[in-house]
């Protein structure tokens, strides 16, 4: 198999020389294309603003805010809220937005054609974390911009939602430590009923258990020991009076309650109840010798119905008469004595077992007393602690209220408003004309290689000894005529007007679509080192 003969790079150049043109107007067609839809695309203006997300100026430790999520989550959730169809709505009508679209087009779709033409971009950094210490990405700013063909429209738009992102975001701070407070205040007051109630059922309890309460039991047990004490002391003095009483009995049965009573001359004086008893003896000593109508008999009868008539009308007298002696009536007096005693410790007895049986039941109630006694005492101390958890809350949260309005707490500041755009952003036409150029020399090249590849022409020596397999006798050069020398100089002219013309228009597009072409020749002459004298 034969091997085909490699070109060398003088090959090349006779090829480009040959097929100048099959390489030209390719590349000039792709160029002046490329110049037109650089030229001709719209231009879309981008205005930007950057807003800084601060940190509550007043420490954390002091004043806790109520919004806890974190900046790029809190971002998102406003994005939601200002990015609806009825904010964008009024923002299409107020700025006259697609106006060529709107008599066919729905707001809803427009709303999510302006959408597509809002950026949001988020700007983190590596913090550590508060909360947990750790390092980790926090979004410290975020920029917000819009796209339109109209730069003043462009700037007004922006900053119209610059305004919505920040009046949302006070709104919303506001709105939650506002929400907060209220909660909790509403959860204080019905804390604070809670207790009330839990108070006037405690009272009532400690009225109807007085004396079951169990910080009393210890004081019930203590008074039960003592009154069994004075119980066990009232007994034994019961029994020695019981005792001393049987002794007194006995003492006094021995004890004659009368004595003789003697006058002056020695004749013994005779009370009512002696002279009644002399009397009747008398008179049942001469009734077995008189007949009852005796003289003697009737007197003594009547004197004996005298003295029972005086006994009869005064007892006392004759108990006086029965217990006239000193002895009989000092053992009278100490019995009475210690019968009267012995009935109040009787007495006595019986009120101490009484309140031992009081002091019993109340230890016996106590347990179930305290049961329910704890059971309140519980709910009140939790609900009093919980009140007065939710009342500190509650402080903390009208803290961050006033934090919030006073706008000391997290806030977004705008630190660079949309300018007015002046160059605009979209399309990028230099990168259209540098690709026209690439693309424009690689059509040229894929022409002239195709052209190529399909010409079987023979041009030089090379060609005939590929063909004869031997060199050729002698070689006739090119004989150009006038005909082809007026062609020549024509093509020449064409392809010098040409490349004249693009080069200006590559010149005109840099000049207005990149940089002035002063600016570049000032650029490129400090690049070069060359001083410019002033």
Do not use: C
Request: glycine letters at 4%; charged letters at 30%; hydrophobic letters at 35%.
């Amino acid at each position: 198999m034969e091997e085909e003969e490699l070109l060398g790079i003088g090959d090349y150049i006779a090829i480009l020389k040959r097929r100048k043109m099959q390489l030209i107007v390719p590349a000039t067609i792709i160029l002046l294309l490329s110049i037109g839809l650089a030229l001709g695309l719209p231009s879309i203006y981008r205005a930007e603003a950057t807003i800084l997300i601060e940190q509550q100026e007043i420490p954390s430790e002091l004043v806790r805010s109520t919004v806890t999520s974190y900046a790029g989550e809190r971002i998102q959730v406003i994005s939601q809220r200002v990015m609806t169809t009825e904010n964008l709505g009024k923002i299409i009508d107020s700025y006259g937005l697609y106006k060529d679209k709107r008599d066919d087009t729905s707001i809803t779709l427009l709303a999510e054609e302006l959408r597509e033409d809002i950026e949001l971009e988020m700007i983190s950094a590596d913090v550590v974390d508060p909360r947990s210490g750790r390092p980790t990405t926090a979004t410290i700013a975020f920029k917000l911009s819009f796209s339109n063909k109209q730069p003043r429209i462009t700037q007004k738009v922006t900053n119209e939602l610059v305004s919505l992102y920040l009046d949302e975001n006070l709104r919303q701070r506001t709105q939650s430590a506002l929400e907060t407070s209220t909660f909790l205040s509403a959860e204080g007051e019905k804390l604070n009923q809670e207790i009330s109630e839990l108070e006037r059922l405690l009272a009532e309890f400690k009225e109807k258990h007085v004396n079951n309460l169990p910080e009393l039991q210890q004081l019930n047990i203590q008074l039960m020991e003592r009154n069994e004490r004075e119980l066990s002391t009232t007994i034994q003095q019961i029994r020695n009076l019981e005792e001393r009483k049987i002794y007194l009995q006995s003492e006094l049965a021995q004890v004659n309650p009368t004595t003789d009573i003697y006058n002056s001359s020695g004749n013994r004086i005779m009370g009512t109840e002696d002279r009644l008893r002399a009397l009747q003896t008398e008179y049942l000593a001469l009734a077995t010798r008189y007949t009852d109508n005796h003289p003697t008999l009737i007197k003594i009868k009547g004197e004996i119905e005298v003295l029972e008539k005086e006994l009869g009308a005064n007892p006392s007298e004759k108990s006086k008469t029965q217990s006239d002696n000193p002895a009989y009536l000092a053992l009278e007096t100490q019995l009475q004595a210690a019968e009267s005693e012995l009935t109040s410790l009787i007495i006595l007895r019986e009120d101490l077992k009484v309140k031992i049986k009081d002091f019993e039941d109340r230890l016996m109630q106590s347990p179930q007393v305290e049961r329910e006694y704890r059971n309140l005492t519980r709910d009140y101390e939790n609900a009093l602690t919980k009140y007065q958890e939710v009342k500190a809350k509650q402080l903390e949260a009208q803290l961050a209220e006033s934090l919030e309005r006073e706008r000391k707490g997290e806030r977004f500041s705008l630190i660079e408003p949309p300018q007015l755009p002046e160059n605009p952003d979209k399309p990028n036409r230099v990168a259209i004309l540098f690709l026209g150029i690439i693309f424009g020399i690689a059509g040229g090249l894929g022409n002239v290689s195709i052209k190529e590849n399909m010409d079987d022409a023979i041009y030089d020596i090379k060609d005939v000894m590929g063909i004869t397999k031997s060199p050729p006798l002698a070689v006739i050069p090119y004989i150009e005529t006038s005909d082809g020398l007026r062609w020549r100089i024509t093509d020449s002219k064409a392809i010098s007007m040409g490349l004249i013309a693009t080069l200006v228009l590559s010149i005109t597009a840099i000049h207005y679509l990149y940089k002035p072409i002063d600016v570049i020749w000032y650029m490129l002459l400090r690049i070069l080192g060359i001083e410019i004298g002033q």
